[in-house]
């Protein structure tokens, strides 16, 4: 960020990363103050997310890091994000862990609407406390939840299935895709290998209004999604600030 203009960076988007991954000093260099966010998976991040994160190199920067889980456990994701900005040449003034609603909610209903009013006030005060920071974070200060998902380098997710059928043609899918695995010209993967390469985030079956894309799964494994999920469906977590002022 600076301060007039904030510059959004969006490494959702896998043609952005690539270009990111390449020249990520050139976007960097102009920034006072990074706010760098990333979903958790598997009590983990996201291994584009990490690739990504890899490549950066600073000098003299200021960054915050935020993980946003969906209330079951933040795992490892908090501490390894400031770990990767601090390997880059970050000070770490601020981190944060927010919830929001389940990638997996149409299988049981898991921070809905998530988030909402009271978490954007908490984020609110919370961004504006971060310009009065000068604290430099370490790895070792952010806690972490170690759960057996954590602790494994699997991510075992669940990958949409395609119902050609359905399919109107209309591309959101793949414009969403954030591993850019899907055909512009099927609506399905691109090939069986790529298929392999999807992350689960089920971006491409929010976006998809024809129910060409969902997220069809045996139900053993709607069984195991539950069981996991059970306790994160009936009990509300709040957001991790650190420093919590
Ligand atoms: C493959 C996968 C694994 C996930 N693992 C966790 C987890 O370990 N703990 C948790 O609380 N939420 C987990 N979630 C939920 C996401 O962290 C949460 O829904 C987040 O808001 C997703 O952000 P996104 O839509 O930008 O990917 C997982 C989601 C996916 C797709």
């Keep these: 960020m600076t301060k007039e203009n904030p510059l959004l960076l969006n490494i ?7 270009k990111f991954k390449e020249e990520s000093g050139t ?3 102009g920034i006072d103050h990074l706010i760098v966010g990333a979903p958790v998976y598997a009590g983990k991040l996201p291994l584009p997310v990490i690739e990504t994160l890899n490549t950066i190199k600073v000098k003299d920067k200021q960054c915050t890091c935020i993980a946003v889980y969906g209330n079951r456990d933040y795992g490892v994701a908090l501490r390894d994000l400031v770990k990767k ?4 040449g970050f000070s770490v003034v601020a981190a944060g862990a927010f919830i929001g609603q389940h990638s997996y909610y149409r299988i049981i209903r898991v921070a809905m609407g998530r988030p909402d009013e009271s978490d954007l006030k908490i984020a609110r005060s919370f ?11 370490l790895p070792e200060q952010i806690p972490v939840q170690l759960d057996r998902f954590s602790r494994s380098r699997e991510y075992s997710a669940l990958v949409p299935a395609f119902v050609a059928e359905s399919c109107s043609n209309c591309r959101e899918c793949v414009e969403t895709c954030p591993m850019d695995i899907i055909s512009p010209e099927s609506g399905d993967y691109k090939n069986a290998d790529l298929k392999t390469k999807c992350i689960g985030c089920m971006a491409c079956v929010n976006a998809c209004e024809y129910g060409a894309r969902i997220d069809k799964t045996s139900w053993i494994m709607k069984f195991m999604v539950k069981l996991i999920l059970r306790k994160a469906s009936v009990t509300r977590t709040e957001p991790l600030l650190i420093p919590n002022s």
């Excluded at 959702?12 to 690539?18: C, D, E, G, S, W």
């Excluded at 900005?85 to 880059?88: D, E, K, R, V």
């Excluded at 961004?127 to 974070?137: K, Q, W």
């Design 12 to 18: 959702t988007q896998a043609k952005f990363r690539l």
């Design 85 to 88: 900005m601090t390997n880059g």
């Design 127 to 137: 961004g504006s406390s971060i310009a009065n920071h000068s604290v430099n974070l």
């Design 27 to 29: 976007y960097l260099n």
